[in-house]
């Protein structure tokens, strides 16, 4: 897949679901094995397209090993767990901007959600301010989350199954 078109799929879910969310740095220091690598094949839940792309799997350390994912055009994946088996996962761009995302991952299925900002706008709200965290509006029409790395992860892991819109899925090709 193309750069040009995985951005321009992120660009238009966060467009069309207003759920994305940027961070300005990386919150995790290491990431977590997650069960799909290789060659997967995707579809896009909102325009019904389908792309190809693969998922080089590099670990480092020895005792307490880091996962990282890195796609065909150098994006890099980080996972991290979240809430109700919900991975929360860190998108690096080649170009150094970070988006967020969720996913989960079952045998050879990986789904990727967003967050309902929309249609949960109020809870979101409410976790917001809990967490301490500060959202404007950042680029393509995603949410920029700023604040301390804490109240960054404290309010990204609040978010439950029932605030996420699944927008991509993926299984192993």
Same mark, same amino acid.
């Given at each position: 897949?193309?750069?040009?078109? =995985? ?8 467009? *069309?679901?207003? /759920? ?7 919150? *995790?220091? =290491? ?19 389908? *792309? ?17 994912? =890195?796609s065909g ?23 150094g /901007? ?55 992860? =404290? ?19």
């Amino acid at each position: 897949m193309t750069k040009t078109f =995985k951005l321009i799929a992120v660009s238009l879910a966060c467009l *069309f679901l207003q /759920s994305c969310y940027q961070i300005k740095e990386p919150i *995790f220091d =290491k990431g977590q094995r997650s069960t799909i690598s290789g060659d997967i094949l995707c579809s896009n839940l909102m325009s019904g397209k389908a *792309f190809k792309d693969t998922l080089k799997e590099i670990s480092t350390g020895w005792i307490s090993v880091d996962y990282r994912y =890195k796609s065909g055009d150098g994006t890099v994946l980080t996972f991290s767990s979240g809430p109700e088996d919900v991975n929360i996962v860190q998108m690096t761009q080649i170009d150094g /901007s970070i988006s967020i995302f969720f996913s989960d991952s079952k045998d050879d299925m990986l789904t990727i959600y967003a967050p309902d900002i929309v249609g949960k706008m109020n809870r979101l709200e409410e976790f917001r301010i809990r967490s301490n965290v500060a959202i404007t509006r950042g680029t393509g029409g995603s949410a920029l989350i700023s604040g301390e790395r804490p109240n960054i992860l =404290k309010y990204l892991s609040m978010h439950r199954r029932d605030l996420l819109t699944p927008v991509v899925l993926c299984r192993r090709a």
